[in-house]
C-alpha cells in the first residue's frame, strides 16, 4: 500500500497486527484510505512530528548537537535494542550516534519481544501512563505459543494508586518479586505469611477479604471482635476485660456506658447495610470493540411475521446477510396468531448455516390470550418446532428496542422485551438449539450490517444489543449502595392510598406491615379472594391498630378491566400516591411443553396486570410504581420460561416507564426465607443446592425501601453461593452474563485430596489391563447412584444419563466427585459430551493415560473427543468441508468389522483418487494443520 508514495515508510512494528507507517501527512492519509477500503483498521495518530523516517535525515546535524552531552555507563541490567532486535551487552553504546540512529530507523518492537522469549524471559510490564503496547506484546506472544503475561500499569482516568497496586498484584501472581513490605510501610514492618506451596484441599488459606484491615494479625483482630460483642451485648464486665487494666478502669466503663447503645445500633445498622450489599446486583452493559469484517457464507433461514417482510428490522438483518457471504437468504412468513407447531415443524431447515428469528417484532395481542404478544407465542412454538424436526442450525432470536444499555438509551419496545426473557430460558432447556438474543437499535447507520453480522457469527456471548454507539454485552455485576443512601431512616414515605396486589399474601402481608410502620393512611390490599383469603381479617386488624386504614378487595389482576375499576374507584380523601405490583403466579413447565394457554395465565397476572396498571396510572402523581420480579427473569430457570419472560418485562417497563419521566422500581428477589411461593421447606432446600441462599424479609424489606428512595430503576437481590450458582448454570453452555461477578473470576474448584486419588490410581492400577474400562465403568456407576441417591442397579452403563435424571445441578455434582476421586480436572459438560457410564468411562480411560494397548478403545475416542472440539465446521469453507467429509468416509470404510471385498476397499478410496493435486494438498493442510 506505500507503493511509491514519497517519504513514506514503515516506522515501527509492534506486533503481527499491528504496523506504525510515517511520512508526509497527505501521503499517510492516503495510505489509510487505501488500507480502510480493503478492511483494515487503520488511523491517523495525531503528533505533530516526524520519527523513525527519512524526514529525521533533515534533523541529523541538529540532533547530534543537540545530544553531544549523552555519557552512556555500563548497567548489569539486560538492555535490548528495538534497532537491531536483540540484546545489547555493552550499554556504553548507547552514545548520541545511536539515539539519532534510534530515531530514524524503523522500531522492531515485535522481533525485539520475540528475542526476549527466545532467551526465556516471561514477564512484561508496560510502564506508562495508558498500556499502547500491550496488543502488540499479548499477539507475538501467542504466535510464539510459549507462557508469558503482559502487565500494564496506568490506564487512561486511572492514574492513581489503586491502579498501581493491582498492576503490581497482577504481576506478583506472574512471578514478580514484589517487596509488599514497602508498599505498605508501617511501624512496626506488617508481618507477610507466604502461601502454601502444595495443592490446595477445597479451601483457600488466606483472607479472601477484609471489612476493616487490623495492623498487629489476629490478636488484635480477636480483641476486636469481643470488644463489639460486649457492645452488641451492653456488657460492661465484658467490655472492662476487653480493654484491659489501663482503659478499663471502672471509671473508664461508667463514662462509656451511656454511649454503649448507639454504638450498640451503629454497628447493627453497619453489619445489616453490609449484608444488603452483598445482596445487591444489576445488570450492565459492556461495550465491545467493533467486528473487523465477518464473514458468514452458507444458506440461511428467516421467520418473521406476515405483514412483517418489509419491516426495517428485517430488511436490515436480510442486507447484512447478503453483505457478509451469506449463500442464499429464505424469509418464511409466519401467522404469529394462529402458527402451529408441526406447521413449522414440517419448514425445511437441512443444510442451513443459521436460522434467525424476528417473530417478536409483531406485538399484537395474541387473539385467544390477550395477556401474551403474538410474537411471543409464536416464538415459543417456532422453538418447539425446531426442537421436534432436530435442526442442527444455531437459532438467533432478534429484537428492536426491548432493552436499554443506559440512561441515553431509552427502551421504545417493552412487549418485545417478554422474548428476552423466555430466551435465557430456552438457553439452558435448548443449548445446543438456542444462539442467544440481539437487540437492533431504532436508529440504523452504517455500521449496523456489519455488527448484526458479526453477531450471528458461532461465538459465546449471547445476549447483544446493537447501538450507534458500538456493540454492548449483558453483564451481571455487584452494586453496594453508595454512602449517601445509608440513611438510618430513608427519605420516601407513604402517602394517600398505596395499591399492593396481591397484598393478602406472604410477600404483601410483610410489605403492608411495613407501610403502616411508616406511616401510610391508606393501604388498599387486593387478591383473587380479597376478605375471603387465609387471613385477611387478622391483617386487617393487625394493621389497623398500627394506625392505617385498610381496604381489602377481591380483584383479578389478569383483568384488565377490574384493574382499571379498582384505580378509577380510588376514594378522592386518599389519592392513590403509589403501586406495588407483587401479585403473580408461579409454574414450572418447560419451553418444549408451555401452551399459549399457560402463557396467557402465567403472563396475565404479572406483566399484563404490571401493563395495566402503567397504562391507568401515567397520567397520576404517583411517587413510586414497584415491580416485585424474580431472578428467573434476570439469569433464567430452568422450566419457568413463562415466569421468565413475565418478569423480565417487568424490568423492561421500568426502563420504558423512567424513559417518560415516570417513577418505576423493580426488584428481582432470590428465595424469600419466610414468604413467597418459594418460601417451603423443600424449594429453599433444592436453591440452596443450586447456590441460591433464602434472604430474611426484614432485610428485603430495608433493601427495598433504600432502592424505593435512592431511584434504583433496576435492581436484583440475591444471596448467591457462587462457587456453587456459576458451575451448575454454566452446565451446558458459557454464560459471559456472570464473568463480570469477581467471585467467578477465581481458579476452579480443585481436585480431591492426594490420598483420595492415590487410592483410585493405585486400584486401577492392580487391575488387569483387560478389566479396567469395566472397573471404570463401575466406579462412574457407582457415583451417578450416589449423587441420584439411588442404587448402583439403577445405573445401566449404556442408558443416557438425562434419561436417569441427570440436570445441570447433578451433572456437576457427579463431575466433582469425579475429579475428586480421579485428580482429573474435568469440564462441567463432560456427562453431556459423554452421555453414558460406557462413554464417560472411555474418556476418563483416555484421560488417565491408560489405553489398554497400542490400540485400545479408550485411546481412540479420546482422540475422536479431542479432533471434534479442536475442529470445528464454521472453520472451513463447503468445499473444503466436502473433501474433509470424504476423507473421513474412507475412514470409517477402514475401521468397518465388515469390509471383506475387494470391491469396498476401491469404491472407499474413489473419491481420493479423483481428487485434483490442489484437493489432496488442502486436506493434508486441513488434516494435519494443527496439533
Request: aromatic letters at 6%; glycine letters at 8%.
Amino acid at each position: 500500500m506505500i507503493g511509491d508514495r514519497p517519504g513514506v515508510c514503515v516506522a515501527a512494528v509492534n506486533g503481527p497486527s499491528s504496523t506504525v507507517i510515517s511520512g508526509p501527512p497527505e501521503h499517510v492519509a492516503a495510505v489509510v484510505a487505501e488500507a480502510e477500503s480493503q478492511g483494515l483498521r487503520a488511523r491517523v495518530i495525531d503528533v505533530g512530528y516526524a520519527s523513525h523516517g527519512p524526514q529525521i535525515d533533515e534533523l541529523h546535524d541538529l540532533l547530534t548537537e543537540r545530544l553531544a552531552d549523552i555519557a552512556p555507563t555500563r548497567t548489569d541490567v539486560a538492555f535490548y535494542s528495538t534497532v537491531t532486535a536483540e540484546r545489547l551487552d555493552d550499554t556504553t553504546a548507547l552514545d548520541t550516534e545511536y539515539w539519532v540512529t534510534n530515531l530514524r530507523q524503523p522500531v522492531r518492537f515485535a522481533d525485539t519481544i520475540e528475542a526476549l522469549l527466545a532467551d526465556g524471559y516471561r514477564l512484561f510490564i508496560e510502564a506508562s501512563p495508558h498500556p499502547v503496547l500491550n496488543l502488540g506484546m499479548e499477539e507475538t506472544i501467542e504466535r510464539a505459543d510459549l507462557p508469558a503475561t503482559v502487565v500494564p500499569t496506568l490506564r487512561r482516568d486511572h492514574g492513581d494508586a489503586a491502579q498501581l497496586t493491582r498492576a503490581a498484584a497482577h504481576a506478583f501472581t506472574a512471578g514478580a518479586d514484589v517487596d509488599w513490605r514497602r508498599w505498605f510501610p508501617a511501624d512496626p514492618t506488617p508481618r507477610t505469611v507466604d502461601l502454601p506451596t502444595y495443592a490446595f484441599q477445597r479451601q483457600h488459606h488466606w483472607l479472601e477479604r477484609a471489612a476493616t484491615p487490623v495492623a498487629g494479625g489476629g490478636e488484635q483482630g480477636a480483641a476486636e471482635s469481643q470488644l463489639w460483642r460486649a457492645v452488641e451485648e451492653l456488657d460492661l464486665g465484658l467490655l472492662a476485660e476487653t480493654l484491659g487494666s489501663e482503659e478499663g478502669s471502672a471509671e473508664a466503663v461508667r463514662a462509656l456506658e451511656p454511649a454503649l447503645p448507639v454504638l450498640q445500633g451503629w454497628r447493627r445498622r453497619h453489619r445489616d447495610q453490609a449484608t444488603i450489599d452483598s445482596w445487591r446486583y444489576r445488570v450492565t452493559w459492556k461495550h465491545q470493540p467493533d467486528p473487523t469484517a465477518p464473514e458468514l457464507g452458507g444458506a440461511w433461514l428467516l421467520f418473521v411475521p406476515s405483514g412483517h417482510v418489509e419491516h426495517p428490522a428485517v430488511r436490515a438483518t436480510v442486507d447484512a446477510l447478503t453483505a457478509h457471504g451469506a449463500d442464499g437468504v429464505r424469509l418464511h412468513p409466519v401467522q404469529t396468531g394462529r402458527v402451529r407447531r408441526n406447521e413449522l415443524a414440517a419448514v425445511d431447515t437441512d443444510g442451513l448455516a443459521g436460522i434467525v428469528n424476528l417473530l417478536a417484532l409483531d406485538e399484537e395481542p395474541h387473539p385467544e390470550h390477550p395477556a401474551v404478544p403474538a410474537g411471543l407465542a409464536a416464538t415459543t412454538t417456532l422453538i418447539q418446532a425446531l426442537g421436534d424436526n432436530g435442526t442442527s442450525a444455531p437459532l438467533h432470536t432478534v429484537t428492536q428496542g426491548a432493552v436499554s444499555t443506559g440512561a441515553t438509551d431509552p427502551l421504545t419496545h417493552p412487549l418485545q422485551a417478554h422474548v428476552w426473557g423466555l430466551g435465557r430460558v430456552a438457553a439452558l432447556e435448548h443449548p445446543r438449539l438456542w444462539a442467544g438474543l440481539i437487540d437492533l437499535p431504532a436508529r440504523f447507520d452504517t455500521h449496523i450490517h456489519a455488527r448484526l453480522a458479526a453477531a450471528l457469527l458461532p461465538r459465546e456471548e449471547d445476549q447483544t444489543a446493537i447501538r450507534p454507539t458500538g456493540v454492548h454485552t449483558r453483564r451481571f455485576t455487584h452494586a453496594p449502595t453508595s454512602p449517601a443512601t445509608h440513611r438510618a431512616e430513608p427519605a420516601w414515605r407513604p402517602e394517600g392510598t398505596t395499591l399492593i396486589t396481591g397484598g393478602t399474601g406472604g410477600i404483601g402481608a410483610v410489605l403492608a406491615r411495613w407501610l403502616a410502620h411508616r406511616g401510610a393512611p391508606h393501604l388498599h390490599l387486593t387478591s383473587r379472594r380479597g376478605p375471603d383469603a387465609p387471613g385477611a381479617a387478622e391483617l386487617a386488624a393487625e394493621l389497623t391498630g398500627l394506625g392505617t386504614t385498610v381496604t381489602i378487595t377481591a380483584c383479578d389482576v389478569s383483568d384488565a378491566d377490574g384493574v382499571r375499576r379498582l384505580v378509577d374507584d380510588m376514594p378522592d380523601e386518599h389519592p392513590l400516591t403509589a403501586v406495588i405490583h407483587a401479585a403473580g403466579i408461579t409454574d414450572l413447565t418447560s419451553v418444549a411443553d408451555l401452551t399459549t394457554a399457560r402463557l396467557g395465565e402465567v403472563l396475565g397476572s404479572k406483566s399484563g396486570a404490571a401493563w395495566t396498571l402503567h397504562e391507568a396510572t401515567r397520567g397520576m402523581e404517583l411517587s413510586a410504581f414497584v415491580m416485585f420480579s424474580s431472578g428467573a427473569g434476570v439469569w433464567g430457570s430452568g422450566q419457568q420460561g413463562a415466569y421468565g419472560a413475565a418478569n423480565h418485562f417487568l424490568d423492561a417497563l421500568a426502563e420504558h416507564r423512567r424513559s417518560q419521566g415516570l417513577p418505576a422500581t423493580t426488584v428481582a428477589w432470590g428465595p424469600w426465607a419466610e414468604a413467597g411461593m418459594s418460601a417451603d421447606p423443600e424449594s429453599l432446600t433444592y436453591f440452596k443446592r443450586f447456590g441460591l441462599l433464602p434472604l430474611g424479609p426484614e432485610l428485603c424489606v430495608k433493601a427495598l425501601h433504600q432502592a424505593v428512595d435512592a431511584g434504583d430503576t433496576t435492581l436484583t437481590v440475591a444471596n448467591f453461593d457462587w462457587a456453587r450458582f456459576t458451575p451448575t448454570f454454566t452446565a451446558q453452555r458459557p454464560s459471559p452474563f456472570l464473568d463480570d461477578i469477581p467471585e467467578n473470576r477465581r481458579e476452579a474448584e480443585q481436585t480431591g485430596s492426594a490420598a483420595e486419588t492415590g487410592a483410585f490410581r493405585a486400584e486401577l492400577a492392580k487391575t488387569p489391563a483387560a478389566q479396567r474400562l469395566g472397573f471404570l465403568v463401575q466406579h462412574v456407576r457407582t457415583y451417578a447412584a450416589a449423587t441420584l441417591g439411588r442404587t448402583v442397579e439403577d445405573i445401566p452403563a449404556a442408558q443416557p444419563f438425562q434419561e436417569l435424571g441427570f440436570d445441570s445441578l447433578t451433572a456437576v455434582q457427579l463431575r466433582n466427585q469425579l475429579n475428586a476421586t480421579t485428580g482429573l480436572t474435568l469440564p462441567a459438560t463432560v456427562i453431556f459430551d459423554h452421555p453414558t457410564s460406557e462413554a464417560l468411562a472411555a474418556h476418563l480411560r483416555g484421560q488417565l493415560g491408560d489405553d489398554g494397548g497400542a490400540a485400545g478403545e479408550g485411546t481412540v475416542l479420546a482422540a475422536l473427543d479431542k479432533w471434534d472440539a479442536t475442529y470445528g465446521t464454521a472453520e472451513v469453507d463447503e468445499a473444503a468441508r466436502r473433501r474433509i467429509v470424504g476423507r473421513l468416509q474412507v475412514l470409517v470404510s477402514k475401521w468397518s468389522p465388515a469390509q471383506e471385498s475387494p470391491e469396498g476397499g476401491d469404491s472407499a478410496h474413489s473419491d481420493l483418487e479423483a481428487a485434483s493435486a490442489d484437493d489432496i494438498f488442502d486436506l493434508i493442510s486441513s488434516e494435519f494443520g494443527k496439533s
